[in-house]
């Protein structure tokens, strides 16, 4: 059979009460076994199995859901009215055969079988979901069986799985062969992925008939397995579900009344939600709809109309613009941008919103009621993160947001590389998908914190550089500070791979802020945090040095980069055992290296000035040489953002900035201002005046080229406006000097 079709589901129940079997042997997880009751509490469908697993090398979550029409529940629930031994027979979930499967009810044949492309064609359909509607959904039921089994005959053919699929065959073949022999004269039922079929019944008729083991999973690793509520959003194959039936609504109409009548709510249900989004939708209309309906239904051959031919009808009658998109059912898959917005509302409308509910004795994991006993009612909640009790709901909350729980939302707060911020709010909501996520969320741990903790330690085995300081900011505001083991190698190595200087050197802000000051999180000091910044400074040196380019605008977040390895070294070096003596080895060599860009080489020479309380070269000379009118700003830029007190208060450094950017031509003063501008941001409005101040002094109001730089330092002015209105005021004076009206 097929996963979660309302005709195979009908099939099994019929065969079950028809032949009131010893065994009914179902394609399921087997160490759900001992649970079979809990399974068939009194449910509202759909629900699933979810299975978390997480060990020292890999975590892993899937699901194993259960609608209505699904032949696996029929087959429990008509098995446990004829009094038939149930049975779950596939592998247990977490187990390495389904490593790479989020989805067990996925459909195998559509990973193998090149068959069902060739039956499209034949029939004339777009895909493996038409396909099956035109043999199965729609035809009569007559003959079930054999089409079933001739069709999945033919997607296996000679079709050799890979080892996983292997694996799980042989396994379920051990439970069929020792419930044959269990049974006597008895019938046994197999309910299965009908990809499997051809395999199983090769398998069954030799080999071990004792019952199988089940799998227990390794003595370090964390396995828990519960009930969840689902959702038809979350069955749907356009909302990615991998098992394939798309339109879950339309399905369970097709199960409870026929098609016909699914037919016919299908059309209402569109009609209603466009209507509820005011879009037009006349009687004339589904008139038209219907007809057509029914026209595409009798030419395809089919009895009533399928879902294809009511979807071709609604879109032929509703929109009246030219689709540029192929139509969603003509696709497998999530639905692609460019859709017409009333194709988006039929999918969804097909859908349905249906969710599920579990019986309230149902078992939960610790963490849900460790959650619900603290979480309270929905709201808006203000923190004052200066409060221990406040502080300590923050953690609860923030705890929440990392595992993703719904309706916990965060609206204002501390942020990485921001001020100082001791106020929160957060906004509480009630959602059906809470319960869900926090049963999920189980897998990670038994209460808030554990949780958490193993939510961050994931995220950072697949984060890139740019997300690492958010996650270790993340880490922090769980009161989380310390990570260990595995966790901390994958930190410092995720750090010793990074590529990118400026992306390093945020990071490295970030982390040095958390441990010098953050006393708020108790991350000051902090051993992980320390790792970090030991492989940072280290990687980041090693990126600067072999950084190299022509002149070209100043790279900020490089510059930021070397201001951060400085107060690294500055600050936790002796600390951490941080190599100051080679980093001085690499600024000296960058600074002198004319083929790094000039905003490295000033920021180099800064770092060893900073560092040092003087220079290796004589920075007056450096200076000269760099002052070239292209690259000149750049230059200084770097070397301001790195040694800005010291340049303020070197005897003669501002003289001799004063005297080059005097002796520039009014054109290639021009050319330099914007950057020279850029550079002397660095300086804050005081020590800017400081700067204006002594300048205006030594010249004692005499005029020259700086006099444009000191104005531009004390109006808020952008540079290119400046130099526009000074380009103006030389192409104005050439022209009177051309006509005569002024002398030369």
């Keep these: 059979m097929r996963h979660h079709s309302p005709a195979c589901a009908r099939l099994v129940s019929d065969t079950i009460h028809s032949v009131r079997p010893a065994y009914v042997l179902v394609e399921g997880p087997a160490d759900m076994n001992h649970r079979m009751d809990e399974l068939l509490l009194g449910h509202e469908l759909p629900i699933a199995v979810h299975t978390s697993y997480r060990d020292s090398e890999r975590r892993h979550g899937s699901w194993t859901p259960l609608c209505d029409y699904s032949p696996e529940w029929t087959a429990l629930t008509a098995g446990r009215d004829v ?14 055969a389904l490593a790479d499967v989020r989805n067990r009810y996925a459909d195998a044949e559509a990973r193998y079988s090149e068959v069902t492309g060739r039956l499209c064609r034949t029939f004339a359909v777009d895909n493996v979901d038409a ?3 035109h043999l199965f959904e729609i035809e009569p039921a007559d003959g079930l069986a054999e089409r079933l089994a001739t069709y999945f005959d033919l997607v296996r053919g000679d079709t050799r799985p890979g080892p996983d699929d292997m694996a799980r065959e042989a396994y379920m073949a051990q439970w069929i062969r020792a419930a044959v022999a269990d049974a006597g004269d008895r019938p046994v039922v197999v309910v299965t992925g009908g990809f499997h079929r051809p395999a199983l019944v090769r398998l069954a008729e030799q080999g071990d008939r004792s019952w199988p083991e089940v799998p227990r999973p390794p003595a ?3 396995v828990g397995s519960y009930l969840v509520p689902y959702s038809f959003r979350r069955l749907d194959a356009f909302d990615g579900y991998q098992s394939g039936m798309p339109s879950p609504g339309y399905y369970q109409h097709l199960w409870e009344s026929g098609p016909a009548d ?23 209309d589904l008139i038209a709809a219907r007809a057509t309906a029914d026209g595409l239904a009798l030419m395809r051959g089919h009895p009533r109309p399928a879902r294809v031919d009511v979807l071709d009808g609604l879109a032929g009658a509703l929109v009246s613009e030219a689709i540029e998109a192929p139509l969603p059912w003509a696709t497998r898959g999530p639905l692609q941008a460019g859709n017409h917005p009333v194709i988006v509302e039929m999918i969804a409308a097909l859908s349905g919103d249906r969710v599920g509910r579990l019986h309230h004795s149902t078992p939960l994991p610790p963490l849900v009621r460790a959650v619900l006993a603290v979480l309270g009612g929905p709201g808006e909640e203000r923190l004052d993160l200066g409060k221990e009790t406040d502080r300590d709901r923050s953690r609860l909350l923030h705890r929440l947001r990392v595992l993703r729980i719904p309706g916990v939302v965060r609206a204002s707060g501390p942020r990485p590389a921001g001020g100082t911020e001791l106020v929160e709010r957060w906004t509480l909501t009630e959602s ?13 741990g038994v209460d808030p914190q554990e949780a958490a903790a193993a939510a961050l330690a994931e995220r950072i085995m697949g984060a890139d550089l740019d997300q690492l300081a958010d996650v270790l900011f993340d880490a922090a505001l769980c009161g989380i500070g310390e990570l260990a083991g595995r966790v901390l190698d994958d930190l410092a190595r995720a750090v010793g791979a990074a590529a990118d200087l400026g992306t390093l050197g945020r990071t490295l802000t970030v982390v040095l802020a958390m441990w010098r000051h953050d006393g708020l999180f108790h991350t000051s000091g902090s051993t992980t945090l320390g790792t970090v910044l030991q492989a940072a400074t280290r990687r980041a040196l090693w990126l600067a040095e072999g950084v190299r380019g022509g002149p070209a605008p100043a790279d900020l977040r490089r510059i930021d980069a070397m201001t951060a390895v400085r107060d690294a070294l500055r600050h936790a070096g002796p600390s951490l055992g941080l190599d100051t003596h080679a980093a001085l080895g690499v600024a000296d060599r960058l600074a002198a290296c004319q083929e790094a860009p000039p905003d490295l080489r000033g920021a180099s020479l800064g770092l060893g000035w900073s560092l040092r309380g003087t220079t290796a070269a004589d920075p007056a000379r450096a200076l000269r040489g760099a002052f070239v009118p292209a690259s000149a700003g750049d230059w200084l830029a770097g070397l301001f953002a790195l040694a800005r007190e010291e340049v303020l208060h070197a005897a003669g450094m501002l003289e001799l900035l004063d005297e080059l950017v005097g002796g520039l031509t009014d054109h290639d003063f021009l050319v330099a201002l914007p950057a020279l501008r850029q550079a002397f941001g660095f300086f804050p409005p005081r020590e800017r005046h400081l700067i204006a101040t002594r300048l205006v002094e030594r010249r004692a109001g005499g005029a020259s080229g700086s006099d444009l730089m000191r104005l531009d330092m004390r109006l808020d002015t952008a540079p290119e406006l400046v130099a526009a209105g000074r380009a103006l005021d030389e192409r104005v004076e050439a022209a009177l000097r051309r006509e005569g009206l002024i002398a030369s």
Excluded at 262 to 284: F, G, H, M, N, Y
């Design 220 to 222: 370090d690793a964390v």
């Design 432 to 444: 059906d998908d809470r319960l869900p996520a926090l049963i999920e969320a189980g897998g990670y």
């Design 262 to 284: 699914a037919a016919r709510r299908l059309t209402e249900a569109v009609t209603a939600r466009l209507r509820a989004r005011r879009q037009p939708v006349s009687t004339a």
């Design 83 to 96: 009094g038939s031994e149930l049975r779950f027979i596939d592998l247990p979930a977490w187990h390495p």
């Design 131 to 133: 396909l099956w509607d």
